[in-house]
């Protein structure tokens, strides 16, 4: 059992960033690949950013555009979302997420979901 929770969330205006953060309760965390997707309102939810566990590939949804810089601190089992030049676009509840699989942004791939946090864009 993996439990993931969420900080970081909040009200920022167009242009601005936030670091989100997702703290896992496991031990054997470095051996996840952890993501980030989001939900907007009405949407399905959507992959944002992922790190695999060894050797820590990285991967982006197109969207991200280079705004986003994902990263894992596997001694402090935390898992960061760094994002700039924000949009309200970018408007949704973000959650971290955790999977045996090496590479996938598949939702269905990720047993382990944190409780998600609000992150809102205003113009």
């Known amino acids: 059992q993996v439990q993931l929770v969420e900080s970081g969330g909040g009200m920022v205006q167009a242009g601005g960033s936030l670091r989100l953060s997702c703290s896992a309760s496991?031990?054997?965390?470095?051996?996840?690949?952890v993501g980030w997707f989001r939900q907007a309102p009405g949407k399905e939810r959507k992959f944002v950013a992922l790190?695999?566990?060894?050797?820590?590939?990285?991967s982006y949804q197109d969207f991200v555009n280079g705004r986003c810089t994902i990263s894992r601190d596997n001694f402090k089992n935390t898992l960061l979302l760094q994002t700039n030049s924000l949009k309200p676009d970018d408007t949704a509840v973000y959650y971290c997420?955790?999977?045996?699989?090496?590479?996938?942004?598949?939702?269905?791939?990720?047993?382990?979901w944190g409780q998600g946090t609000q992150v809102t864009v205003s113009s």
């Open positions: 790190v695999s566990w060894f050797p820590g590939r990285t």
């Open positions: 496991t031990r054997t965390f470095s051996s996840y690949t």
């Open positions: 997420a955790s999977s045996r699989e090496i590479i996938s942004t598949d939702p269905r791939s990720y047993d382990y």
